[in-house]
């Protein structure tokens, strides 16, 4: 566990612990101090990306091992990285459970929308469900670094909103879970 700076500028992070909600509460405190300290964004967007991570964190912990937490080797791990070069923040939660399938019917008020709301707050969410488990990538673009590399006209300080979409309107979702 730790940050990294390779070669390139890029900076990692990598995060391990148990599948279950004070681990997932645990890792949105330090993403949310990590993207403070590394990325010049403004509140809204720290808390988007926050959001945005926390809810595939939480679902980890609530689905990734069938609610049976105290499964041997029920760990997740979130990998955080920023590129300064590209101005971009990517979020990877990963797992050694099983993908469970979203239903469409059980969208209601309260539950089955945290695949939608990873999509409309990233710029591209990624799910690889393999045998041995399942990562899921957040990417989030203009995301230039603090130490005044930003790119002149970059629009800081300025709400970042995914080209093309308003606030309010509705992004239509694939059974995937992948936006169109």
């Known amino acids: 566990m730790g940050d990294s700076a390779p070669a390139g500028g890029v900076t990692n992070s990598s995060h391990t612990g148990p599948a279950d909600g004070d681990t997932a509460a645990g890792f949105r405190g330090y993403l ?13 967007r720290v808390a988007d990306i926050v959001l945005a991570s926390y809810e595939a964190l939480s679902n ?16 997740m791990t979130m990998d955080v990285s920023h ?35 990873m999509h409309r707050l990233a710029d591209k969410c990624t799910v690889q469900a393999r045998s041995d488990g399942t990562t899921l990538c957040l990417r989030f673009h ?25 606030p309010g309107r509705r992004i239509e979702s694939r059974p995937d879970g992948c936006h169109k």
Request: contains cysteine; aromatic residues 4%.
């Open 60 to 75: 980890c912990a609530e689905h990734a091992y069938n609610d049976d937490v105290s499964a041997n080797g029920a760990v």
């Open 142 to 166: 203009r995301c230039p670094a603090l130490n005044g590399t930003a790119r002149a006209g970059s629009g800081l300080g300025n709400r970042v909103r995914k080209p093309g979409v308003r």
């Open 32 to 44: 949310r101090r990590w993207l403070i300290d590394t990325v010049h964004l403004d509140a809204e």
């Open 83 to 117: 590129d300064p070069t590209e101005e971009t923040v990517q979020v990877c939660v990963t797992d050694r459970g099983s993908w469970i399938e979203p239903d469409p019917g059980t969208v209601n008020a309260v539950r089955g929308r945290g695949l939608i709301l």
